[in-house]
């Protein structure tokens, strides 16, 4: 009887730490989410070792566009502080609708090897 009683409190508590262990849309990001905004346009920023396939990327203020991040070659990610983007292997994509005009950097986020700082591309935000 007690083999049998410890058996069912095993199994018991493996099953509330696996319901509990799981991340739902909700969760990720704090628990907070935005709606996501349909995309007008879009734009695909290829990463391969020690750069990315163009030297930039034009975009229209205002207008909402897709950013697809793909890894062609290598371990990379981006980051685009200025337009709070950040992509990688587990993120690909996002819309984002930039307020403002200008150039904003995009980086590789994660350490490549010895080409990662010359790794650079920029966004061109239009009017």
Do not use: W
């Not at 799981?22 to 750069?51: F, L, M």
């Amino acid at each position: 009887m007690k083999k049998a009683s410890f058996l069912l409190f095993t199994l018991m508590l493996l099953f509330v730490l696996a319901a509990c262990g799981q991340n739902s849309a909700e969760d990720q990001g704090g628990g907070i989410t935005e709606p996501e905004v349909a995309a007008s346009d879009e734009i695909v920023i290829k990463a391969t070792n020690y750069e990315f396939d163009q030297p930039e990327y034009r975009i229209k203020k205002g207008v909402p566009v897709r950013v697809v991040y793909e890894n062609v070659e290598g371990n990379h990610g981006i980051i685009v502080p200025g337009l709070s983007l950040q992509l990688d292997r587990n993120t690909t994509s996002k819309v984002i609708t930039p307020e403002e005009t200008g150039e904003f950097e995009i980086a590789c986020s994660v350490f490549c090897g010895t080409g990662h700082s010359t790794m650079i591309s920029k966004i061109i935000v239009e009017e």
